[in-house]
């Protein structure tokens, strides 16, 4: 993915949602209603909710600006496991020299714009001119994929069945969001009070500036939904330098790939209403059937090239007469992949919905929903818009939908309509230029995925259930496998970033966790280099350190209490005045804590199989894992400087060394 919220995670209103790829799903909420008036309403929207979906989003708290002094007091805590003592002292003298005089001067600039800037957050223009600045290729370095379960009825997998289900319920959940129909995101801490319509149908008549305060009397905290609107009719748009989002609510289309080729359709008819779902089955059939070869130069390698580069590239394509195809690929709702291949197994699968061929892909949509011929499914998104929320909450929503209320199914007969005349295959004009620039876009994607490594782990000696029931934080377990794997591996405690969304907040992004901390060195070590000079009981009081520690970060990082974000911001006032950086952000230490060899991330879905990414550094490890009831899984990528499976092999060890001590067992 998940950290799910609980009573046992949650005293305040904080909300503990992870996102490098995801955000995860919220414990005991109940997504939709049986409020649906009419057949013809039901065809057409996901459920209707009594509260409307913004009704909460104007009144939702801000996301604090930290005290400087807690920024650098958390900053040099999580610096302390990662330098010797000379190192530390050096980082520590710089730190509050930067507390004293220019953090102190730009912390002042950040409270005034902040003052000025009421409708949003600190962190959110920043953080959009990070992801839209960034020049590296989006596929591997920011599109993670999140891949769904199986249909549990085998004959509704077919690709053909599965693919027109999935179209026929993102729809609906597009229309669902627009009408204002959809449930607001709400995690009820209390939910026997506030889940129920009794309490909806009260707080529905409270005005906007003040609903999210009676949510909270209730013990009810509603999440910021602002990127939802960037769901659909979306792409990022490659310019020199930055690129630009672009969404465009009037398109009524979908965008297909197959073997490369790109095709369109439309899936509402001018009034807005989805077509009818047997027509939209017989237009991805008739693409299915389509005969056209792969192209020799699909356009679709072009997204997987670098920014400036493609930047170029897109340029020369509207001056060859491609604007109007370019702007039917951008505004279309969203990108169906539909792959003709069979996925052998979860690694096959991962590597399949992270990259795939580069060929079948328009990496720069908001979102792809990818189909294999086995009928698995997953999505790959961009990053740039958003953090995970809606992605998340869309994928829970239309796996529901799919398997509870399908609208195609597999004995139906053909909808008699002409698919021919319905579906457009997209032709471009392309230039030498162009084609030697699709070329080289290939060559270079296909270098970089041929140095990935992806594998995959399943401890099956213990999971949620136990951990919980001797009162140790899962999540806090799961990181501190990873800082004892990578020790025992690597010798090294090294930076590691684990996500977590601050989405309690009006437009709040992300805030990092950072979870190697002095507890988790200690631990490790005792664990790796000396066990046998700790009694068992020793080791679980280490383990329970870890827990509180890694619980009390989480917790400060949810309500925006972090300090990576808060020195972030500073840093882009610095920047934008010109003025040379403080030595803070020239020390060698800053930037290796910012060079995160650990990236992590958690999910946890009944809706969801697996998920992934690739690493952030060249010499790092990209680890999705999930603590599921009885068993804990890992999917970890890395490039030619790690040993994926090796560290997979330490995990497992080390995980089998936790649950042995609170079996009381002395080790070796």
Same mark, same amino acid.
């Given at each position: 993915?998940?950290?799910?919220?609980?009573?046992?995670?949650?005293?305040?209103?904080?909300?503990?949602?992870?996102?490098?790829?995801?955000?995860?799903?919220?414990?005991?909420?109940?997504?939709?209603?049986?409020?649906?008036?009419?057949?013809?309403?039901?065809?057409?929207?996901?459920?209707?909710?009594?509260?409307?979906?913004?009704?909460?989003?104007?009144?939702?708290?801000?996301?604090?600006?930290?005290?400087?002094?807690?920024?650098?007091?958390?900053?040099?805590?999580?610096?302390?496991?990662?330098?010797?003592?000379?190192?530390?002292?050096?980082?520590?003298?710089?730190?509050?020299?930067?507390?004293?005089?220019?953090?102190?001067?730009?912390?002042?600039?950040?409270?005034?714009?902040?003052?000025?800037?009421?409708?949003?957050?600190?962190?959110?223009?920043?953080?959009?001119?990070?992801?839209?600045?960034?020049?590296?290729?989006?596929?591997?370095?920011?599109?993670?994929?999140?891949?769904?379960?199986?249909?549990?009825?085998?004959?509704?997998?077919?690709?053909?069945?599965?693919?027109?289900?999935?179209?026929?319920?993102?729809?609906?959940?597009?229309?669902?969001?627009?009408?204002?129909?959809?449930?607001?995101?709400?995690?009820?801490?209390?939910?026997?009070?506030?889940?129920?319509?009794?309490?909806?149908?009260?707080?529905?008549?409270?005005?906007?500036?003040?609903?999210?305060?009676?949510?909270?009397?209730?013990?009810?905290?509603?999440?910021?939904?602002?990127?939802?609107?960037?769901?659909?009719?979306?792409?990022?748009?490659?310019?020199?330098?930055?690129?630009?989002?672009?969404?465009?609510?009037?398109?009524?289309?979908?965008?297909?790939?197959?073997?490369?080729?790109?095709?369109?359709?439309?899936?509402?008819?001018?009034?807005?209403?989805?077509?009818?779902?047997?027509?939209?089955?017989?237009?991805?059939?008739?693409?299915?059937?389509?005969?056209?070869?792969?192209?020799?130069?699909?356009?679709?390698?072009?997204?997987?090239?670098?920014?400036?580069?493609?930047?170029?590239?897109?340029?020369?394509?509207?001056?060859?007469?491609?604007?109007?195809?370019?702007?039917?690929?951008?505004?279309?709702?969203?990108?169906?992949?539909?792959?003709?291949?069979?996925?052998?197994?979860?690694?096959?699968?991962?590597?399949?919905?992270?990259?795939?061929?580069?060929?079948?892909?328009?990496?720069?949509?908001?979102?792809?929903?990818?189909?294999?011929?086995?009928?698995?499914?997953?999505?790959?998104?961009?990053?740039?818009?958003?953090?995970?929320?809606?992605?998340?909450?869309?994928?829970?929503?239309?796996?529901?939908?799919?398997?509870?209320?399908?609208?195609?199914?597999?004995?139906?007969?053909?909808?008699?309509?002409?698919?021919?005349?319905?579906?457009?295959?997209?032709?471009?004009?392309?230039?030498?230029?162009?084609?030697?620039?699709?070329?080289?876009?290939?060559?270079?994607?296909?270098?970089?995925?041929?140095?990935?490594?992806?594998?995959?782990?399943?401890?099956t000696g213990g999971g949620k259930e136990r951990l919980k029931?001797?009162?140790?934080?899962?999540?806090?377990?799961?990181?501190?496998?990873?800082?004892?794997?990578?020790?025992?591996?690597?010798?090294?405690?090294?930076?590691?970033?684990?996500?977590?969304?601050?989405?309690?907040?009006?437009?709040?992004?992300?805030?990092?966790? $950072?979870?190697? =901390? !002095?507890?988790?060195? #200690?631990?490790? &070590?005792?664990?790796?280099?000396? *066990? /046998?000079?700790? %009694?068992?009981?020793?080791?679980?009081?280490?383990?329970?350190?870890?827990?509180?520690?890694?619980?009390?970060?989480?917790?400060?990082?949810?309500?925006?209490?972090?300090?990576?974000?808060?020195?972030?911001?500073? $840093?882009?006032? =610095? !920047?934008?005045?010109? #003025?040379?950086? &403080?030595?803070?952000?020239?020390? *060698? /230490?800053?930037? %290796?804590?910012?060079?995160?060899?650990?990236?992590t991330s958690t999910l946890s879905s009944s809706a969801v199989?697996?998920?992934?990414?690739?690493?952030?550094?060249?010499?790092?490890?990209?680890?999705?894992?999930?603590?599921?009831?009885?068993?804990?899984?890992?999917?970890?990528?890395?490039?030619?400087?790690?040993?994926? *499976?090796?560290?997979?092999?330490?995990?497992?060890?080390?995980l089998e060394d936790i649950f042995n001590v609170l079996d009381?067992?002395?080790?070796?």
């Amino acid at each position: 993915m998940a950290k799910v919220l609980s009573v046992d995670t949650l005293r305040k209103p904080a909300v503990f949602l992870h996102s490098r790829w995801f955000c995860w799903p919220l414990s005991r909420r109940k997504y939709g209603s049986n409020d649906e008036t009419s057949s013809s309403s039901s065809s057409q929207y996901l459920h209707r909710s009594l509260v409307p979906t913004m009704h909460y989003q104007k009144s939702l708290p801000r996301l604090p600006v930290p005290k400087l002094e807690d920024t650098i007091r958390r900053y040099l805590a999580a610096q302390q496991p990662l330098l010797d003592d000379q190192q530390f002292r050096n980082t520590e003298r710089v730190a509050q020299d930067f507390l004293a005089g220019e953090g102190k001067r730009l912390q002042e600039v950040l409270l005034a714009q902040d003052r000025k800037n009421k409708h949003t957050s600190y962190i959110s223009g920043p953080w959009f001119d990070m992801y839209l600045s960034a020049r590296d290729p989006v596929v591997l370095n920011f599109n993670p994929f999140m891949s769904l379960n199986d249909d549990p009825k085998t004959e509704y997998n077919g690709q053909l069945v599965r693919a027109s289900n999935m179209v026929c319920s993102a729809v609906r959940f597009m229309k669902t969001l627009r009408a204002g129909l959809l449930e607001p995101e709400v995690f009820h801490l209390d939910p026997a009070r506030s889940d129920t319509d009794a309490f909806k149908k009260l707080i529905r008549w409270a005005p906007t500036s003040l609903a999210w305060y009676g949510a909270y009397m209730l013990k009810a905290f509603p999440l910021d939904m602002s990127q939802y609107f960037r769901l659909f009719n979306s792409t990022r748009v490659p310019h020199p330098g930055r690129d630009q989002l672009f969404t465009d609510p009037a398109g009524r289309h979908l965008l297909v790939m197959r073997k490369g080729n790109m095709y369109v359709f439309d899936v509402l008819d001018p009034a807005g209403k989805m077509l009818p779902p047997a027509r939209i089955r017989d237009n991805l059939s008739y693409i299915l059937s389509d005969g056209t070869p792969a192209p020799d130069f699909p356009l679709g390698a072009l997204t997987a090239e670098n920014r400036d580069v493609w930047a170029g590239l897109r340029d020369k394509l509207l001056a060859t007469g491609n604007g109007e195809v370019l702007k039917t690929v951008d505004s279309a709702l969203f990108c169906l992949c539909l792959d003709d291949v069979t996925l052998r197994d979860s690694v096959d699968a991962s590597h399949n919905m992270l990259h795939g061929d580069g060929v079948n892909r328009w990496f720069d949509k908001s979102f792809s929903i990818i189909v294999a011929r086995d009928g698995h499914a997953a999505i790959n998104f961009e990053h740039s818009w958003g953090d995970g929320v809606a992605v998340l909450r869309f994928l829970n929503e239309i796996y529901k939908d799919t398997t509870q209320k399908p609208l195609v199914h597999p004995d139906q007969a053909a909808a008699g309509a002409s698919s021919a005349s319905d579906v457009r295959r997209l032709s471009f004009q392309l230039d030498d230029s162009l084609r030697d620039g699709i070329k080289k876009a290939k060559a270079g994607f296909d270098a970089a995925v041929s140095r990935l490594t992806i594998d995959a782990m399943q401890f099956t000696g213990g999971g949620k259930e136990r951990l919980k029931a001797a009162k140790l934080s899962p999540d806090a377990v799961a990181q501190l496998s990873f800082q004892m794997a990578f020790l025992r591996q690597y010798g090294q405690t090294v930076a590691t970033y684990e996500s977590c969304s601050t989405a309690a907040f009006r437009h709040g992004r992300t805030e990092t966790i $950072r979870p190697a =901390s !002095a507890f988790t060195k #200690r631990c490790a &070590h005792a664990f790796v280099n000396e *066990p /046998a000079r700790h %009694a068992a009981s020793e080791l679980l009081d280490m383990l329970r350190h870890c827990s509180d520690y890694h619980s009390q970060l989480t917790k400060e990082a949810a309500m925006g209490q972090g300090f990576d974000r808060h020195l972030f911001a500073l $840093r882009c006032l =610095s !920047a934008e005045a010109w #003025r040379p950086p &403080h030595d803070l952000y020239a020390d *060698p /230490a800053y930037a %290796a804590i910012n060079h995160n060899i650990l990236s992590t991330s958690t999910l946890s879905s009944s809706a969801v199989r697996l998920g992934g990414f690739a690493p952030v550094v060249p010499d790092g490890l990209g680890v999705g894992y999930g603590v599921h009831d009885n068993w804990i899984g890992c999917n970890v990528s890395g490039y030619p400087a790690r040993d994926v *499976p090796g560290f997979l092999r330490c995990v497992h060890r080390s995980l089998e060394d936790i649950f042995n001590v609170l079996d009381g067992k002395a080790l070796n």
